[in-house]
C-alpha cells in the first residue's frame, strides 16, 4: 500500500464547478497537511495548511482533514481556466520534518 | 513577498560529471530541503538540514550526493558523478521561521537537471 495516494485524473470540470480532490494516506502519524499547486515543469506552490483534524477556508479553497478516516480534501470553488494544474497533496508527522507527497491530481477547467 | 529562489534553471551535463545546484531559501527561515521529481512521478524528499548539519535523508540521498549552507543566504546540493538517472527537476524548500507557529513548506522553482 502506498502512503499517500491520490487518483491520478485528469479532472474535467466545466468553468464555475466545484472542484473536489482528496488523498488518503496509510501513514497514523501524519499530522501537517498541505495542498500545492503545480504547474507543468514548475515548482509546487503552496495553497493551504492544516495541522490535524479539522476545516479551513481560505477565498475558493476549503480543506478538510478527518485524521480518523485517514482521508483530506481539497474544494475549489467557483473554479476558472487558470485553476487547470496539478494539485499535489503532501504531508509530515511533525514540524519541520520531510514532506511525503501524493502522486497529484490533474485538472482541467474548461471555460 | 519572500521567496525561494534557485539556480540554474537547466543544467545540462555528462554522465560522470559533478554538479552543484544552488538555491537562496527565505531568509528568516530555519528548515532547508531538497527534493526532487523525475518526469511524470511523484515528488520525492532527498535531504532535509538544520542547523547545519543534516537533519533527516532518505535512501536516495547516498554518497554522491552532499548538501551545504555556505554562508548565511545560500543552500547548494551536489551531485559528485552524475548519471542519467539523476535527470529529474530538483526543489529547495525552506520552512520555519524562530517565531513559527505553523510549518509550511515553501519551494522555490527548480532546476532541471538534464544528465547525458
Known amino acids: 500500500q502506498k502512503e499517500v495516494e491520490q487518483d491520478p485524473g485528469p479532472l474535467s470540470v466545466p468553468e464555475g464547478a466545484i472542484v473536489s480532490l482528496n488523498c488518503t494516506y496509510s501513514?497514523?502519524?501524519?499530522?501537517?497537511f498541505m495542498w500545492y499547486r503545480q504547474y507543468s515543469r514548475k515548482g509546487p506552490e503552496l495553497l493551504m495548511y492544516?495541522?490535524?483534524?479539522g476545516n479551513k477556508e481560505d477565498g475558493r479553497f476549503t480543506a478538510q482533514v478527518d485524521k480518523s478516516s485517514k482521508y483530506i480534501s481539497l474544494f475549489i470553488r467557483d473554479s476558472q481556466p487558470s485553476d487547470s494544474a496539478t494539485y499535489l497533496c503532501?504531508?509530515?508527522?511533525?514540524?519541520?520534518?520531510?514532506?511525503?507527497f501524493g502522486g497529484g491530481t490533474r485538472v482541467l477547467v474548461k471555460p | 513577498e519572500p521567496e525561494v529562489t534557485q539556480t540554474p534553471s537547466h543544467q545540462v551535463t555528462q554522465m560522470g560529471q559533478e554538479v552543484i545546484l544552488r538555491c537562496v531559501p527565505i531568509s528568516n527561515h530555519l528548515y532547508f530541503y531538497w527534493y526532487r521529481q523525475i518526469l511524470g512521478q511523484k515528488v520525492e524528499f532527498l535531504v532535509s538540514f538544520y542547523n547545519n548539519e543534516i537533519s533527516e535523508k532518505s535512501e536516495i540521498f547516498d554518497d554522491q550526493f552532499s548538501v551545504e549552507r555556505p554562508d548565511g543566504s545560500n543552500f547548494t546540493l551536489k551531485i559528485r558523478s552524475t548519471k542519467l538517472e539523476d535527470s529529474a527537476m530538483y526543489f529547495c524548500a525552506s520552512s520555519v521561521t524562530r517565531q513559527a507557529t505553523t510549518y509550511e513548506q515553501y519551494f522555490g522553482p527548480g532546476t532541471r537537471l538534464t544528465v547525458t
Open positions: 492544516t495541522y490535524s483534524s
Open positions: 503532501a504531508m509530515s508527522e511533525a514540524a519541520g520534518n520531510k514532506l511525503t
Open positions: 501513514n497514523s502519524a501524519f499530522q501537517y
